[in-house]
């Protein structure tokens, strides 16, 4: 299943998009996308409803989140080997775990906004996964089981708060609108294996980043086994898995984001994302919905 949320942000309705590609109102059935209604018993209550009885949803205008409540948004630094030879960094060990504050997350093709005083701002195309039941020192061989989906995420960043403004990476990694999810939460019987899935990013439409999660260092399964070592994740937690190459940090000389430009990307299966980038306006914040 494909399940999605659409409308004004803060009033969106609870939907799923049907194997014609037509999209279907779940609010008859449920009030909403969220840790109640993915975990294994919530998602098998959807996948037995016939689709075809659900009311067609004419014009869907704005795609927000595909869930809503997501308590935790971790994310894995470094996590492609290609991307860590191109940032300048030792390929990890272990996985570099950060976070991002979940008031950072926004539409799929919600804009970005750069914070007032970003340099550095730059894209990072990267394979989310929704935790569907509780997870707390699962073993990798059964991790899959305590994942509901997965998701397209774009991991936003501006690198001088990242790397230049000392401690970790975190005021680099949660600005408001840095945290873009969706269209869709793509629940895992369609993805049968996420670590043979194509990524790509696009600014301008200039191809930007190309890679496949083939080349991710910890697999979904290992980092589910690893994080729940440290962390219990609970279900409508996102996590995201870190990018491939081709970021404009990596590039020589580096290339950052500036306001009026237009990024596009994508992964095998879960949709694409579209997000025009503004640059900081004094008052935008007193018109933006929280
Ligand atoms: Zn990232």
């Not at 390929?91 to 976070?99: A, C, M, N, S």
């Not at 945290?179 to 993805?191: A, M, Q, R, S």
């Not at 020589?252 to 579209?274: A, F, H, N, S, W």
């Amino acid at each position: 299943m494909k399940l999605l949320r659409y409308g004004p942000s803060g009033q969106e309705r609870p939907g799923l998009l049907d194997s014609d590609g037509v999209i279907r109102d779940l609010s008859g059935v449920i009030g909403d996308i969220g840790p109640d209604t993915i975990t294994p018993e919530g998602l098998a209550k959807l996948a037995a409803l016939d689709a075809s009885s659900l009311p067609p949803v004419g014009e869907t205008g704005r795609i927000g989140t595909p869930l809503t409540g997501i308590g935790k948004f971790i994310a894995v630094g470094l996590n492609y080997s290609d991307h860590a030879i191109e940032s300048g960094m030792a390929i990890p060990k272990e996985p570099i775990l950060f976070t991002k504050a979940t008031s950072c997350i926004v539409g799929p093709n919600d804009p970005i906004v750069l914070p007032a005083d970003a340099t550095k701002a730059d894209w990072e195309v990267e394979l989310g996964f929704v935790i569907g039941k509780p997870a707390r020192y699962v073993n990798e061989a059964d991790a899959l089981d305590y994942v509901a989906g997965y998701v397209l995420i774009n991991d936003v960043s501006e690198r001088q708060f990242q790397l230049e403004r000392g401690s970790q990476w975190d005021k680099g990694k949660g600005c408001d609108t840095f945290g873009p999810i969706g269209p869709y939460l793509v629940t895992k019987d369609e993805i049968p294996d996420p670590q043979v899935l194509g990524a790509w990013l696009d600014v301008d439409g200039k191809r930007m980043q190309t890679g496949n999660t083939n080349t991710m260092i910890f697999g979904v399964a290992n980092l589910v086994a690893y994080i729940s070592r440290f962390i219990t994740l609970l279900p409508g937690d996102v996590v995201t898995t870190g990018t491939p190459p081709g970021v404009g940090f990596g590039m020589k000389p580096p290339v950052y984001l500036k306001g009026g430009e237009v990024i596009t990307l994508g992964i095998d299966g879960l949709g694409e994302q579209r997000q025009e980038v503004r640059a900081f306006t004094d008052g935008f914040w007193e018109t933006y919905p929280a």
